[in-house]
């Protein structure tokens, strides 16, 4: 049944990374293995080194000429490439890394947009007994504002220095299938998304706002 799935499944990719730039990270530890599961059930991945979205601190005064960082230029490129992204990222005092939102704030700069309606799973690991979830929910906040479909499922790895075996899958059964199963589950989502969408909805920060130039999030 597996494999009749997986060759019936319409062609997703995506773009897959950990947001920590720490060599040995328990999330690009996670990452990896997501990339496994995915292509495991038919997807096709691109898997992404954070350094290579690196930018300067974000500074308006460097928007002469259309500047955008050469960072935020491979971001953009490599979202729209692909169809979603599924980021592992590590939790900072109880928030995302700030570099990472520093990329987010460069990338946004780009019209048109290119976070709007992009699909996005959140994924993070931590030695913690909270798995760096709360992380993640700052992160969500950056992500929905502009417009990205962020999978109400994240996915948090409590105490993770402990449940990786040495070829990288996760210790305890249970939670392995968890994993697997919220993956699934979102490469099921953005599939549908792509192929069959029945309906199209427009974003707009809040009810009946009156867009201007400056504060313009839909294009």
């Known amino acids: 049944m597996e494999e009749q799935q997986n060759s019936s499944r319409e062609h997703t990719s995506f773009l897959v990374f950990s947001a920590s730039l720490r060599s040995g990270s328990l999330n690009t530890k996670l990452a990896k293995l997501a990339v496994k599961v995915i292509e495991k059930h038919g997807g096709t991945v691109d898997f992404a080194d954070m350094e290579v979205f690196e930018c300067p ?34 939790e900072y005092n109880g928030s995302m890394p700030g570099n990472f939102k520093n990329i987010i704030d460069w990338t946004s700069r780009f019209r ?4 709007h309606q992009f699909h996005a799973l959140l994924m993070s690991a931590s030695p913690s007994m909270a798995g760096g979830n709360r992380g993640l929910w700052a992160l969500r ?75 313009e999030r839909v294009e």
């Open 112 to 115: 048109p947009q290119p976070f």
């Open 141 to 215: 906040v950056p992500f929905e504002h502009l417009g990205t479909r962020v999978y109400p499922d994240m996915f948090s790895l409590a105490t993770a220095h402990e449940a990786f075996d040495e070829d990288g899958s996760l210790k305890d059964k249970t939670l392995a299938k968890r994993f697997e199963d919220n993956l699934v589950a979102f490469m099921n989502q953005v599939e549908a998304s792509k192929h069959y969408p029945c309906i199209k909805k427009a974003w707009v920060e809040f009810l009946g706002e009156k867009t201007a130039k400056e504060t």
């Open 57 to 90: 601190t974000f500074n308006q005064d460097l928007e002469v000429d259309n500047y955008h960082p050469e960072g935020a230029e491979a971001f953009r490129k490599r979202i729209l490439a692909n169809d979603a992204m599924i980021i592992s990222s590590p």
